[in-house]
């Protein structure tokens, strides 16, 4: 079994700043491409961005400039830096990753989520 738990979620002022963490956990021969997801009351889950096991990284628009992701391998976590903070930021963060778990195939995992709430 391969466990993802987000981390680091919570009520900040806009501008402000906050790191989400991510922590996969359980039989894992190693994590392909991670990313982060956010959804937000009454839209559609949307991919904030992904981080390559390499460290190559690619972001939406809307949050370029203000966001940023990083990973320990070694660890099997994944971090999102998140700056600038804006209202509209607010949403539930998902962590997901392909990881190559006991079955030594590709699955693809999903953590809980955690809420970040930027108040305006």
């Known amino acids: 079994q391969v466990q993802l738990v987000e981390s ?69 976590i994944m971090y999102l830096e998140m700056s600038s903070l804006k209202a509209e930021d607010t949403a539930v963060y998902y962590c997901n990753a392909e990881v190559v778990d006991w079955s030594a195939r590709p699955r693809d995992y999903w953590g809980q989520g955690t809420q970040v709430t930027v108040s305006s």
């Open 8 to 76: 680091g979620g919570d009520l900040v002022q806009a501008g402000g700043s906050l790191r989400l963490t991510c922590t996969a956990s359980g039989t894992i021969f190693g994590i392909n491409l991670m990313g982060w997801y956010r959804q937000a009351p009454g839209k559609e889950r949307e991919l904030v961005g992904h981080i390559t096991r390499g460290g190559t990284t690619d972001y939406v628009d809307s949050v370029k400039g203000r966001f940023t992701i990083s990973r320990d391998n070694a660890k099997n």
